[in-house]
């Protein structure tokens, strides 16, 4: 049986050395329990560079970013869809992604970003 690792680490979305906090932005995936629904806001890509899965979060440079996310429902880690997201950030702060569930709370409606 192969065990995953559960995504924690940040990924660094820009060139160059590593930057303070205050310098970049950073965003986070969700994941948690809606009613009875495992719930997983996965970010797969910032400005069409892949994001491994073992990031639940990016830093990016201030600015206007493409994000993709993945909307993942249930245990078994399936996509439930993919959103595209353009987003801007500011440096030095934190961002969530944020879903809003279709009725049912079987699909994601959209995914958005929310200051943490």
């Keep these: 049986m192969l065990v995953m690792p559960a995504a924690c680490g940040t990924f660094q979305a820009y060139e160059g050395s590593h930057k303070s906090a205050s310098e970049v932005a950073v965003i986070s995936g969700a994941a948690k329990l809606r009613a009875t629904t495992p719930l997983a806001l996965v970010i797969r890509a910032v400005d069409g560079k892949e994001v491994d899965l073992r990031y639940s979060s990016v830093a990016l440079l201030p600015g206007k ?3 993709l996310i993945d909307c993942q429902l249930g245990g078994d880690g399936a996509t439930a869809s993919r959103h595209a997201l353009d987003v801007e950030v500011a ?3 934190r961002y969530r ?10 699909s994601c409606e959209r995914v958005e970003l929310q200051p943490s």
């Design 97 to 106: 992604l944020q879903a809003e569930m279709r009725p049912g709370n079987r």
């Design 91 to 93: 440096a030095g702060e």
């Design 65 to 67: 970013h493409s994000l």
